[in-house]
Every structure is written in structure tokens, then in C-alpha cells.
């Protein structure tokens, strides 16, 4: 079945530092790649996602884009501020398998340092 | 911004007590959705619904149960509370299509002594 695998945490950083957190996934399908992001005592909440191979997904300076041929989804962002410590999810959804559910990875806890 | 709304966004109670947790959205979204978020943060699915009077199980058992009325409502009910429910529980909904994209709700973390 469908499954993401995220880096793990916990991710500690100065800010100012270039983030990155690995995603990979594997699918029977072709599906839309997500990252949420979930703030302390909040809900999950939609960073940026994209629908088809090759496609960038960018929200608040964080940018991901969909490589087919490594199966990824890599998040970045060039320049990290102390507001951007949260978990971040990467997930995956293809309509077409899995009743359309969405498959989340584990979380990744970041913390951006002054 | 989404709506969708969880309450009580915080409850304690006492082991063997019945308890419902309320989710509510405002979207019109036929899907949704309840998942479970252990200390390490990871997400289990526990229930989730397509629409009105479908509701199926999840991922990970669970001895709760939910029910699904009305389009906008979801709730989450345990019979006879014990310790090992105590997490935080949230609600999410979805459009469907090709979109997929998921709202959550804020959580509600639940303690059961």
C-alpha cells in the first residue's frame, strides 16, 4: 500500500539557516504530495502541496517539488525564522487508491533558535 | 480559513465514564475524518465517513464509535473511558475530488484518570 517516509526529528536550526526535511513515498498510483504543518496546541493546517510530476508547490518561503523519478518531496526554505518551529507532515492522497485517503508520514519537529 | 470546529479543546474525566467529542464543519465537505495523535506526534486514523450514514473504521483499532446525521456534524463517543484513551483527537474534512487537501479542526486533548 502507499506510505511516506519523513526525516526524522528533532531538527534544531539558528535562524536564518537553510531547512530542509527529506520526503520520500511509494504509491501505486499517481498521487497529490502535501505538507501540512501543525503549530503548538493547534490542528493541522496546509503549508503547500502539489498534484503532478515536476510541479513546485511554494507557500510563506517554503517550496517543495514533485520528482517522480526519486519518489520525493523534499521541503526547503532558505532562510528560517523562530516563528517557523512547528511539526511538519508530509503526506500523500491519490483519489484512485486507497478510498482516497491520506497517508501522513511520522512528523518532523523543527525548532528555529534566536 | 477553514471551518471546522472541535469542543471541548481540553477534557478530564474519570475512568468509566461515557464521553463526546463534538467536530463540526461548515464547508459542505461530504468526507471526514478522525485521527488520533500519540506524544510522538504521529497520526493514526481511528474513523472516517463519506457522507451521510457511512461511516467505516480506520486504520488503527479503536473502541470508539462515531455517527454521521447531518453532512456537518461528526462525533466521536467512548462508552467507558479508560487511560489508555487519554491523546488528542482531531477532526478533519475533506471535498473529495482530485484535490484531496485535508482541514483540520484545533484537537481536543483528552486525560482520562
Known amino acids: 500500500g502507499d506510505s511516506v517516509t519523513q526525516m526524522e526529528g528533532p531538527v534544531t536550526l539558528s535562524e536564518e539557516a537553510f531547512l530542509t526535511i527529506n520526503c520520500t513515498y511509494t504509491?501505486?498510483?499517481?498521487?497529490?504530495l502535501f505538507w501540512y504543518v501543525q503549530y503548538p496546541g493547534e490542528g493541522l493546517q496546509l503549508l503547500l502541496k502539489a498534484t503532478k510530476a515536476d510541479d513546485k508547490g511554494s507557500n510563506k518561503g517554503f517550496e517543495a517539488t514533485y520528482r517522480k523519478e526519486t519518489t520525493s518531496f523534499h521541503l526547503e526554505k532558505g532562510s528560517v525564522q523562530v516563528s517557523d518551529s512547528a511539526v511538519y507532515f508530509c503526506?500523500?492522497?491519490?483519489?484512485?487508491?486507497?478510498?482516497?485517503?491520506?497517508?501522513f508520514g511520522d512528523g518532523t519537529t523543527l525548532t528555529v533558535k534566536p | 480559513e477553514a471551518d471546522i470546529y472541535q469542543t471541548p479543546r481540553y477534557l478530564v474525566i474519570g475512568t468509566g465514564k461515557k464521553i463526546t467529542l463534538e467536530c463540526s464543519q461548515t464547508m459542505g465537505h461530504d468526507k471526514m475524518y478522525w485521527y488520533q495523535q500519540d506524544p510522538g506526534m504521529e497520526l493514526h486514523l481511528i474513523h472516517y465517513s463519506y457522507g451521510v450514514n457511512s461511516t467505516e473504521k480506520g486504520d488503527l483499532s479503536s473502541e470508539s464509535t462515531v455517527s454521521r446525521i447531518r453532512t456537518e456534524h461528526f462525533p466521536l463517543t467512548l462508552e467507558s473511558a479508560r487511560p489508555s484513551h487519554t491523546s488528542q483527537y482531531l477532526c478533519?474534512?475533506?471535498?473529495?475530488?482530485?484535490?484531496?487537501?485535508?482541514?483540520f479542526g484545533p484537537g481536543t486533548r483528552l486525560l482520562v484518570l
Open positions: 478533519a474534512s475533506s471535498e473529495g475530488g482530485n484535490q484531496e487537501t485535508q482541514y
Open positions: 504509491a501505486t498510483g499517481y498521487p497529490s
Open positions: 503526506a500523500l492522497s491519490d483519489p484512485n487508491t486507497n478510498a482516497g485517503k491520506s497517508t
